[in-house]
């Protein structure tokens, strides 16, 4: 099954502790890309990814890291999580623009609720 | 910049009616995709329905269609005969293409609540 898979699903952690949420996905994509979502703001992009080694920043990268070894995984890195990211995680991934045009929509991983005390 | 707006934060219908949910858009490039996701109380993202910027007709699928109106800059979202499974976050979402600096990412709205009445 075409899928991406992001792992935890839940995380409560203390500030400060760093953690990595994985993502990961099993369809060839070039693109991947993490999301958060916050309430009332919608999904904000927090960092993106063209292809393997080739990372660039989103909208809200500040308090994050990622990388890109291989094509199929892009992790997210909180290197000293605050409080201020306690949100809902959305990792995708997708076909390249070049692949597809923009009719190319995102598949989405079940999303990671990350709370921060 | 590049912009959604869902103007209606939260919205009412009773079930079996059609209902409308609101978005605009902001963009001077030509190139461009729409996209309505759901978002159940779950958490998960489910893909709906889309519309391309050169389509002319309106896009459905199944029960959603896709008001688009390219002059003013709306994608309209229209859920006909509205079931209680409805009941969710739905999020319009544009795709930029890879000109005048863009990153091709989707960006979203700020999202509406429907609830479905029995």
């Known amino acids: 099954e075409a899928q991406v898979t992001q792992n935890p699903r839940y995380l409560i952690t203390v500030t400060g502790k760093k953690l990595t949420v994985t993502c990961s996905q099993n369809?060839?994509?070039?693109?991947m890309s993490w999301y958060r979502q916050d309430p009332g703001l919608g999904l904000r992009q927090i960092y993106y990814?063209?292809?393997?080694?080739?990372?660039d920043k989103g909208d809200v990268p500040e308090g994050y890291k990622v990388s890109r070894k291989e094509k199929r995984n892009f992790p997210l890195i909180l290197e000293s999580p605050s409080p201020n990211q306690t949100s809902l995680y959305f990792c995708?991934?997708?076909?390249?623009?070049?692949?597809?045009?923009?009719?190319?929509?995102?598949?989405f991983g079940s999303g990671t609720r990350l709370t921060v005390v | 910049a590049q912009k959604i707006t869902q103007t209606q934060p939260g919205m009412f219908v009773q079930e079996k009616e059609a209902v409308t949910l609101d978005c605009t858009y902001d963009?001077?490039?030509?190139?461009?995709?729409l996209f309505w996701y759901k978002q159940p109380s779950s958490g998960e993202m489910i893909f709906l329905i889309y519309?391309?910027?050169?389509?002319?007709q309106n896009a459905t699928e199944g029960r959603y269609s896709l008001n688009f109106q390219k002059a003013r800059k709306s994608a309209n979202l229209v859920i006909s005969a509205s079931q209680l499974g409805d009941s969710a976050m739905y999020f319009c979402?544009?795709?930029?293409?890879?000109?005048?600096?863009?990153?091709?990412?989707?960006?979203f709205g700020q999202g509406t609540t429907l609830q479905v009445k029995p």
């Open positions: 995708a991934s997708s076909l390249s623009l070049g692949q597809g045009g923009v009719g190319v929509g995102y598949t």
């Open positions: 369809m060839n994509h070039e693109y």
């Open positions: 990814s063209m292809n393997v080694e080739v990372t």
């Open positions: 963009t001077s490039d030509q190139s461009y995709g």
């Open positions: 519309q391309g910027s050169y389509d002319e």
């Open positions: 979402a544009m795709r930029e293409d890879y000109i005048s600096g863009n990153t091709g990412k989707l960006i």
